[in-house]
């Protein structure tokens, strides 16, 4: 089994920032990967970013070049540093991690005023 522990939303202005961070525990793989997802009211969850655990990235075109997933192999935690948010960015953030089997954190919400 694998816990995640999910940091970092809140509330925050259009042109603003925020930084999440997940927490991953127990019986880890080694070779896994690592991403954040989330899901707007009446939408379906998208994805947002993914990290592998030797550094290869993938993001929704949406948030390139605003958002930058990384991650501390030692810690077992993924970051999203999510720069020059926009309202559209307003959704429940999981943490998703995909070793072995599949694992999501309980979501935390972000919400961008205009």
């Known amino acids: 089994q694998v816990q995640l522990v999910e940091s970092g939303g809140g509330l925050v202005q259009a042109g603003g920032s925020l930084r999440l961070s997940c927490a991953a525990s127990?019986?880890?793989?080694?070779?896994?990967?690592m991403g954040w997802y989330r899901q707007a009211p009446g939408k379906q969850r998208e994805l947002v970013a993914t990290?592998?655990?030797?550094?290869?990235?993938n993001y929704a075109d949406s948030v390139k070049g605003r958002f930058t997933i990384s991650r501390d192999n030692a810690k077992n935690t993924v970051y999203l540093q999510m720069n020059s948010l926009k309202p559209e960015d307003t959704a429940v953030y999981y943490c998703?991690?995909?070793?072995?089997?599949?694992?999501w954190g309980q979501g935390t919400q972000v919400t961008v005023s205009s």
């Open positions: 998703r991690f995909t070793g072995g089997k599949d694992y």
């Open positions: 127990g019986s880890i793989f080694s070779i896994n990967v």
């Open positions: 990290i592998t655990s030797g550094g290869l990235t």
